[in-house]
């Protein structure tokens, strides 16, 4: 190409092409184009050299290069003091870093926003999803397992989440849920306590505000090295902590290691020390770690449960929640985006009752102690979308959070999240869209405007959570390619369990949920209702094929889709995260990879089942057991 006259041709760091934007004058020379450039002064053409390489380096998605890394860490802090580095943001993240500490490995946790908890507070998805279904005769209608009433069943649970639970309740008495609650309330009472005292013990330090930026390996040893971490803290006057603008907006602030006009940086680089294991675990939303660490990982919809090929654009739909309060006038809110439309009741439509039954579903407070919709009442809001009478509420079924694969290892030179910022964008306009319709279609007694935005609620100043709550992501691929399936979650009631793996390690029980997109046709597997048993998640599933030292918990565990629909509840989130917490704990502090781990799973399961059940309690019989019934 030619720029101001100049020939140019693609840039390289040794054999490796960098990224289009970034060229070289043919006399040898580098240059950046105007707009992509820094004031003068910085150098390199007023760009600064960590930015001119994160701009500039491979899109083939084979990460930065040495000489590329050398200028990105010359500017980083480094922490090697941690047996355990948990990258985090869910709800399984906070749960491993609580049972690593506990189990006395120094644990950090990177959590990128400023509350921890996941879907229980930062994504705004304050109603615990238990299992809800039966297993009937198709015939007769007779129960032939009472899946829900199992999995409720309290030596089922894991004891330190169903504590909170039991001191939580219900105070929204929301229908959805036995417990619907604020989330505000939730962390100030239970999780900050929690983290607080593994804080004073020396075992838990938790980074807010803290996105990972790049990911360092030793490909020939299988291990992950290093992750690189960008926190950000709000400057003065930047309001609601630095939530006050949406997140499509300020995202891109979030990844970019230069301090900027609303956040001071600091980039901190955790990694291994010399002579010392450190195990890490990716338990994000977005996988992210799978991505920058080029492990092998599964990424929308598969063609076949537990194959590897399917379309990578195709998932499950994504959702902006944000909580409502009944004032006892109207009061004056800006209106609605234009151009959003299709809202309605969904399966409540033509319903006299139809409102209220949308308000009471999530209801986290409620004023009256249950019953109608009240002034006092705070209503969360995250309804559903059907695509049968196109009409719904703020879930977004038209268009894929995630970037295609191709562009997701391209960005991974300059990580971003790997998420389609349009996308984002039209989801918040369309649960600011959801919120302008419902307020204005109330029914006799409440007046129009009657209801407004609790964004205190949420923690942040527009109204909207912190983070969308995504209901699949990135996948890993467990040793020796281990999936776990849907049909392993599945099969004949008198069996009473799903698939009994010998390296059982966590529980769960939910049928398969899944929210499809509108722009895209799921499998004929996938569709329809798939009722699960009581089910067992493996030791493998928490593993990667590639890193002897790379654990996953919750969404990111290596299953299917079909699976990652049953396995992305709460309850089934922090079990799979206490058993990746204690895993990580037991790998770090005794110098053993995650094989070592499995050929040990005997000793492995002790340690585990000192915080979370790992096997099923049903009618005072245990399951798996031993002997026959129990697979390789």
Known sequence: MRLGGRLLEPGYVGSTALSPGCYR??????????????????????????????????????GLGPAAKGFFDAGADNNNEFDVVIAGGSTAAFAAAVAAAE????????????????????????????AWHKITDKATGAVLLDVAKIARSRENMTPNFRAMLDATGNPGRGWVSNYCFEPKNFLEQHLTPLEAALRKKGTLTVYRDAVVKRVETDSEKGLVTAVEVIQRTPKPGVGSGG???FLSEDLADWYSPEPSARFDKRVIRFASGKDRSVVFVDATEWGELLVLSGAPYLQGVEATDGGREGDDRCGQSTVFDFVERLNPAPVDEPAGPAGVDGFGFDDQTGRPDAWAQVWTYR???SAKGGGPPAVGDLCLQNWGYSARR?????????????????????????????????????????????????KNHPPEGIAPGQVSLERDALGTGHGLAKVPYVRDTRRSVGLDGFLLK?????????????????????????????????????????????????????????????????????????????????TRLHPIEWSSGTAAGVAAADMALNGRTSRQELDRIEELQGLVSRKTPIVWTIDGKTYPGTGAGVER
Request: glycine share 12%; proline share 6%.
């Open 103 to 130: 189990s006395g490995a120094r644990t950090c946790l990177i959590e990128p926003t400023d509350w921890v908890g996941g879907q229980l507070t930062s994504s705004g998805v304050p109603a615990i999803d238990e």
């Open 390 to 438: 196109k009409q719904g509420g703020n879930d977004y079924p038209f268009g894929y959070m995630f970037r295609s694969r191709a562009e997701t290892d391209a960005e991974r030179a300059d990580w971003r999240g790997g998420v389609d910022l349009a996308v984002i964008a039209a989801a918040e306009r369309r649960a600011l869209g959801w919120h302008d319709w419902f």
């Open 243 to 245: 939530y006050d603008r």
């Open 486 to 566: 849907g049909s392993d979650l599945s099969g004949p009631p008198q069996r009473k369990t799903g698939r009994r793996f010998y390296d059982h390690i966590a529980l769960g029980a939910y049928p398969s949920d899944v929210h499809p997109l509108a722009s895209c046709a799921m499998p004929a597997y996938v569709v329809g209702a798939h009722d699960t048993l009581p089910f067992l998640i493996p030791f493998r599933s928490l593993t990667n094929e590639r890193f002897s030292n790379l654990l996953v918990a919750g969404k990111t565990m290596a299953q299917s889709f079909l699976a990652n629909a049953a």
């Open 25 to 62: 004058e043919l006399s040898g020379k580098w240059v950046v184009p105007a707009e992509r450039r820094r004031p003068a002064g910085g150098g390199m053409d007023g760009m600064r050299r960590r930015e001119f390489l994160g701009a500039c380096a491979t899109v083939a998605g084979l």
């Open 363 to 365: 209801r986290i407070k």
